[in-house]
């Protein structure tokens, strides 16, 4: 009778490198998009869209303003030795894309953007015309 000596983990993690690589972007296409979380404010003047994009550079974002419709787009780009040996890989990576709609038209000339600290930051003014207005009444 001989005696093998064997790691149990040493199969399951070849199983769960093929898994991961069928799970990528080119397998799932749009499916395998990164989701981010957003937070909109309505101040008076504008609308203020924060979304969590931690590890993404500047470079790699978009955005595009079009009406009442805001666009956020771009890529996470995390390097990976796909020779290593890991024992887990949460972090997304690939392209990442989320359009909302905001209850008024937008002045789109006027958005601006920032990226600090991980946290994409617009300013998006209301239209004139869906800005609330006061109206003094003259008495005669």
């Known amino acids: 009778m001989a005696l093998y000596l064997t790691n149990p983990y040493t199969r399951m993690m070849t199983h769960r490198r093929m898994f991961n690589r069928m799970m990528n972007d080119e397998w799932f296409g749009d499916a395998a998009r990164v989701a981010f979380p957003l937070d909109v404010k309505d101040n008076a003047e504008d609308y203020e ?6 590890g993404v550079a500047a470079d790699d974002v978009s955005i595009q303003v079009v009406g ?11 390097e990976y030795d796909e020779q290593a040996n890991y024992l887990l890989r949460e972090r997304p990576v690939g392209r990442f894309m989320r359009t909302l ?3 008024d038209p937008v002045d789109s000339a006027k958005v601006e ?21 006061t109206i003094k009444v003259n008495v005669k």
């Open 101 to 103: 709609r905001l209850p």
């Open 68 to 78: 009442d419709t805001v666009t956020i787009q771009g890529e996470l780009k995390v």
């Open 49 to 54: 869209v924060s979304a969590l994009l931690p």
């Open 113 to 133: 953007a920032s990226l600090k600290d991980g946290v994409l930051t617009l300013h998006i003014p209301k239209a004139e015309e869906s800005r609330p207005k």
